[in-house]
């Protein structure tokens, strides 16, 4: 959530399930915008380019990885049957693992992505899986979706009643909406691995990305490197080892782990401080000055425009945004201003949270029943959401313990909150997966550690070798 109070995102109940329809794209080649659009970066590319890049915590600022992937893009493209194509490959500011492409030659990859790569060309994999999504023109079968972005997009202005936002929510929901079938997905893995090793890269790279995509699906809490909604699943590893070795033997193309890793060196890890940080459950905000934590179950996304968070089984959601409010407008006009579905009569109820003022109250849907609530610090007002399936006995339970937990953050604790970063770090005679976890001040380090070098649980370092690990 940025640094600065947001006009209300969600302006009405059915805003939480557009929220679970609009969440980040699937990772690893999983999202495009429809078929028609143009093959050419116009002006309304462009303008498409900038939502997009801004939905996802804006654009990563690392010349030297961006020349590294500018190289590998350049190898791949002149290594397919279509090397007159131009792409252009964008990082994007978000610790969610997640690549895509659009029909325009566009790619993105997340800082997220970067991190858990562990060599150059792994990174190339997921490049080149991208480009065969395009090359392939799979977006061109799938013309219906056209269709089911429009509707998303008409949904949203009459949700939202604010056209700009609705224009973001209509780019999210293109790419969220784009997921490629099974068939597809297998297919450009094939055509991108072959690729691959067309241009000189170790073509087991796919495999060794998708392996560690897989296990950090699968981690419960994977802290600074979440997952985006679609993972690799162990057909789509099958099989990418199947293509690497009718590519050749191991050990037949470049990795280059040195340079990647030497291009990694200080690549923010996790969450921007600046936009509010995850740890597990718990949201601190040290420039709003604010903090809360969620339900136990609870997964909490850390978006530009606001926190979501949601249960596994999806049945329960929440979302914690600022509001930008006229001055002196009570907390009660927060809540009927920002909310048009119906309040329930008498349910406004204020109190205080934490020495706060507070306001509460309750709305009833057709599918969902919602908690609200305003919450006063200094001159911003944030908004407390929380939804379940009608029906659902826990909410008030919940709902009550998480408005409990929202406070004010100190400035003595604001400035303990230190951004996090990779270092890489030769390991010595003696060091252990346990005592280089040691010096990461995360939660689950040596889980995280594991998971960030490909490493299996028990095995040995090499000394001499280089590895990754989240100082601050």
């Known amino acids: 959530m940025r640094d600065r109070p947001q006009t209300a995102i969600f302006r009405i109940a059915a805003g939480l399930m557009i929220a679970g329809l609009v969440s980040a794209c699937n990772g690893f080649g999983n999202a495009s915008l429809p078929a028609n659009a143009p093959r050419v970066l116009g002006p309304d590319r462009d303008r498409d380019h900038v939502r997009l890049v801004s ?10 990885l961006q020349r590294l992937l500018n190289d590998a893009v350049n190898r791949l493209v002149m290594a397919t049957d279509r090397p007159d194509e131009s792409y252009q490959v964008t990082i994007l500011n978000s610790p969610v693992v997640n690549a895509f492409a659009l029909p325009n030659g566009r790619l993105y990859v997340t800082r997220g992505l970067l991190a858990l790569a562990n060599d150059a060309s792994e990174v190339a994999a997921v490049l080149s899986h991208e480009i065969a999504h395009v090359t392939l023109r799979h977006a061109s079968q799938r013309n219906e979706l056209q ?7 008409r949904v949203a202005e009459n949700v939202l009643n604010n056209a700009q936002e609705a224009a973001v929510v209509q780019d999210q929901a293109r790419s969220s909406l784009a997921s490629f079938s099974r068939s597809q997905e297998l297919e450009a893995d094939q055509t991108g691995i072959t ?6 890269f170790d073509p087991y790279g796919a495999h060794r990305f998708l392996t560690a995509l897989g296990r950090s699906a699968s981690s419960a809490d994977n802290g600074g490197n979440r997952v985006a909604s679609h993972p690799s699943t162990n057909e789509r590893i099958s099989r990418a080892l199947q293509a690497a070795r009718r590519a050749g033997p191991p050990g037949m193309g470049e990795t280059n782990r040195l340079e990647y890793l030497s291009a990694l060196e200080g690549l923010s890890y996790g ?78 109820v204020p109190s205080t949270v934490n020495g706060l003022p507070v306001v509460t109250a309750l709305s009833n849907g057709k599918e969902w029943t919602f908690r609200l609530s305003a919450v006063r610090i200094g001159n911003t007002t944030y908004r407390l959401i929380m939804a379940a399936r ?13 408005l409990g937990s929202v406070r004010q953050v100190e400035p003595e604790e604001a400035r303990r909150i230190r951004p996090l970063k990779l270092q890489i770090v030769t390991a010595q005679r003696g060091d252990t997966a346990q005592s280089m976890a040691a010096r990461m001040p995360i939660d689950r380090a040596l889980d995280r550690f594991l998971l960030l070098n490909g490493l299996e649980r028990g095995g040995p370092l090499k000394a001499g070798e280089r590895y990754k690990i989240v100082v601050e």
Do not use: C, Y
């Not at 269709?147 to 997009?153: C, D, T, V």
């Not at 009608?390 to 998480?402: I, K, P, S, V």
């Open 55 to 64: 939905a996802f915590g804006g654009e990563g600022r690392a010349p030297q």
């Open 147 to 153: 269709a089911r972005s429009e509707l998303i997009e």
């Open 195 to 200: 690729v691959l090793a067309r241009a000189g």
């Open 271 to 348: 969450d921007d401080p600046s936009d509010g940080v995850v740890k597990g459950r718990r949201f601190i905000h040290a420039r709003l000055g604010v903090a809360f934590e969620a339900p136990e179950g609870f997964t909490l996304e850390n978006t530009s425009q606001a926190v979501l968070g949601s249960s596994g089984d999806g049945e329960r959601r929440l979302l914690f945004d600022a509001a930008d409010t006229p001055a002196g407008q009570s907390l009660e006009e927060v809540l009927r201003s920002t909310w048009t579905d119906t309040i329930e009569a008498g349910s406004l």
């Open 390 to 402: 009608t029906g659902g006995a826990d909410l008030e339970n919940m709902f009550q313990r998480t």
